[in-house]
């Protein structure tokens, strides 16, 4: 029998029917605009019905049926003939085949592909915005606007937080190697009498030039003539002279005990217990010095000083002063009492009861914190905001005058610089009136500017006191009048000038406290992914599958550009 085109191209197809059956091969329609192939479900018996055997009885029928269309067929199925004609697969090996080379939807409009992410994307409610009724698809697309804004402005917070760089403290007390013990701060005695009665009695007119400069006032200063015999002979004798000379002496240091020890004999002291040490606060005792010594808590570890006031010994300066006795100051061994900001005040005829505690704290530089770790020292021991400014008062002395009122205990540690001690004219004419200049721009808080460029340091050592204060009792006294100087004998001259101090820790816990940042990486990524998978049911993976789609529209846009060039 012989077979029109047709009736050939029916038995090639026919050859398929097992590949048909066996879901190897497809039927179904591609949609020219998204590309998309929709399958068509058929059972066996509508397979004979599409494709009959050429032989059988039906088979002219479905010639004569199928053979006014045969070109629209053959244009519209999903075969097609080759040039050596073979037959092609059908639509979804075809569709399949175009998408793996990149050339499947070059003729789907930008909103066809919209509608082809949005049903693929794991951000599972977008695909609605095309889907459904009018109503459906409004009420999605208004939800996913406010849920865009909401998530806009919870990342403008969010960008917000992160960029202030927030902090917080933790506070937690920190573990001591060894057995319990705690390292003894140093501890700086200065008395409020920074020059004697004896030594200005030695030297007759220097009292009234100490006393017109320790006014600390630029117009008293003036008034000093020293070309007056009696001024001119201190005219180039320097400040730092008159405090090392006429400040009190060291045996007025009468015992250092540390439990039942005396200082002096132990072993990590010898004679090295104390030093002195002049400041612009006068001439002071330096105990503790290295901050070798240790101890227990509680009476245990108690480190008791015991001085002599010694009122008789009082200048004309001395005696304007609301308070006498001494400034007390608990402070790091790397630390002097020059760059300290404030002293505890004690007097004469009292036994004050020190509760330390061990405070170590731990900063964060730039650019969430403002502490420096690039100095670690500088003339005043360890780098720290106070120490700081205590060299840039003295750098600011240097430029203008030449000369500081006191030189700092670590000069080496700037060797560029030449701290040399200011005579007493240098003081009254230049150092007075530029350390009053220096202070007043500092304490100006309208001023924009920085004098000095000071921060707290990244890790800093305080010690914590409180204090607590008892009269000493006649019987104490009179148990203690044979320690006092020469000259001095009488309960009263006990009760007069004798200060003791009691100093111990409550615990040898050291409290620790570090600074750290309350909102970082973690909380934004926190937030944001909060807010994404809240309100837009998107994750980490929708965000990349957006990224390639995004590319992938810019690279089929380049194609296409070239291809139409």
């Known amino acids: 029998m012989m077979y029109s085109s047709d009736d050939e ?10 590949s048909i059956m066996s879901g190897s091969i497809k039927l179904g329609t591609l949609d020219s605009r998204t590309s998309t192939f929709r399958p068509i479900p058929t059972s066996y018996s509508d397979t004979l019905e599409l494709f009959p055997d050429p032989d059988s009885e ?33 639509v979804e090996n075809q569709a399949l085949e175009a998408n793996q080379s990149g050339e499947g939807n070059q003729n ?38 406010g849920f865009v804004v909401k998530l806009a402005w919870q990342l403008s917070e969010s960008i917000e937080a992160y960029r202030s760089y927030p902090t917080t ?28 009665k004896s030594y ?11 006393a017109t400069l320790d006014t600390w006032s630029v117009e008293e200063a003036k008034t000093i003539n020293f070309s007056d015999p009696d001024a001119a002979r201190y005219s180039n004798t320097t400040y ?70 010694d009122l008789n010994e009082y200048s004309m300066s001395g005696q304007k002063l609301p308070q006498v006795g001494y400034a007390v100051q608990f402070h790091d061994h790397e630390q002097y009492s020059s760059s300290l900001p404030s002293s505890f005040w004690m007097s004469p005829g009292l036994i004050y009861k020190v509760d330390l505690s061990l405070l170590r704290e731990f900063r964060l530089g730039p650019p969430a914190g403002t502490c420096n770790d690039t100095v670690l020292y500088n003339t005043y021991g360890r780098h720290e905001e106070n ?14 005058c030449g000369c500081v009122l006191v030189p700092p205990p670590l000069p080496q540690n700037n060797p560029s610089v030449n701290y040399r001690p200011c005579t007493l004219a240098e003081w009254a004419s230049c150092g007075l009136p530029t350390y009053i200049n220096w202070y007043s721009n500092y304490v100006d808080h309208a001023r924009k500017d920085n004098i000095c460029h000071c921060y707290p340091a990244c890790k800093e050592v305080f010690y914590k006191a409180s204090l607590s204060s008892s009269i000493l009792s006649k019987f104490y006294a009179k148990n203690h009048i044979d320690m006092l100087p020469q000259g001095y004998g009488t309960v009263e001259d006990v009760t007069d000038n004798l200060v003791v101090i009691d100093i111990l820790f409550t615990s040898t816990q050291e409290t620790e406290v570090t600074e750290l940042v309350s909102y970082g990486w973690g909380n934004f990524l926190g937030d944001v992914g909060g807010v994404l998978g809240l309100f837009l049911g998107a994750s980490a993976f929708t965000l990349i599958e957006f990224v390639f789609f995004i590319a992938a529209l810019i690279w089929s846009a380049i194609v296409g550009f070239f291809k139409s060039t």
């Open 108 to 145: 789907a409009t930008l909103y066809d592909k919209w509608v082809e992410w949005s049903g693929d994307t794991s951000m599972h409610g977008v695909k609605y915005i095309f889907q459904g009724n009018k109503l459906t698809k409004t009420l999605f697309l208004l939800f996913m606007i």
């Open 9 to 18: 191209n029916l038995k090639r197809v026919s050859t398929d029917l097992s």
């Open 169 to 196: 403290s933790k506070i937690q007390i920190a573990d001591v190697e060894g057995p319990p013990s705690v390292r003894f701060p140093t501890i700086s005695v200065c008395s409020h009498n920074m020059v004697s």
């Open 200 to 210: 200005l009695d030695q030297n007759p007119g220097l009292e009234n030039v100490w």
């Open 58 to 90: 039906g088979a002219e029928q479905s010639r004569h049926r199928n053979c006014c269309c045969t070109c629209k067929c053959r244009r519209k199925s999903d075969l097609h003939r080759s040039e050596g004609g073979e037959t092609h697969r059908l």
């Open 240 to 309: 730092y002279e008159v405090l090392m000379k006429g400040g009190p002496k060291k045996s007025t240091f009468l015992q250092c005990e540390h439990f039942i020890d005396h200082c002096f004999q132990h072993q990590v002291f010898g004679d090295n217990y104390v030093v002195m040490e002049v400041t612009n606060s006068g001439k002071c005792f330096r105990i503790n010095p290295e901050g070798k010594l240790r101890g227990k808590g509680g009476d245990y570890g108690k480190l008791t000083l015991k001085f002599f006031a």
């Open 387 to 400: 120490s700081c400014l205590a060299q840039c008062r003295d750098d600011a002395l240097v430029a203008k």
